[in-house]
Nanobody, 119 residues
């Protein structure tokens, strides 16, 4: 079972920046894709960004040009660099791993971390 541990989020002012990290217990090179989701109060969980084992990335339109997902295979860690933060980015952010094991797809999650954008 893949275990994911996220760094702490925090409080940041609008226009500020924050970097989240997600450390995997397994080699991220063996995980088909990793990503970040977020869930704001009263809203459904949404996919923010993904990165595949070979490096392809995708972003939800609302964060394009502001957020960057990256990986460090040597550290088994995925990052989410968040710039030009807006109050609407406030949410609990969850790291995710998607893996194919024994012919079945699995989704595994980090513990979630609160990011609050407010003045």
């Amino acid at each position: 079972q893949v275990q994911l541990v996220e760094s702490e989020g925090g409080l940041v002012q609008p226009g500020g920046s924050l970097r989240l990290s997600c450390a995997s217990s397994e080699s991220i090179a063996s995980i088909n894709a990793m990503g970040w989701y977020r869930q704001a109060p009263g809203k459904e969980r949404e996919l923010v960004a993904t990165i595949t084992s070979y490096g392809s990335t995708n972003y939800v339109d609302s964060v394009k040009g502001r957020f960057t997902i990256s990986r460090d295979n040597a550290k088994n860690t995925v990052y989410l660099q968040m710039n030009s933060l807006k109050p609407e980015d406030t949410a609990v952010y969850y790291c995710n791993a998607r893996s194919l094991r024994r012919g079945l797809w699995y989704f595994e999650w980090g513990q979630g971390t609160q990011v609050t954008v407010s003045s």
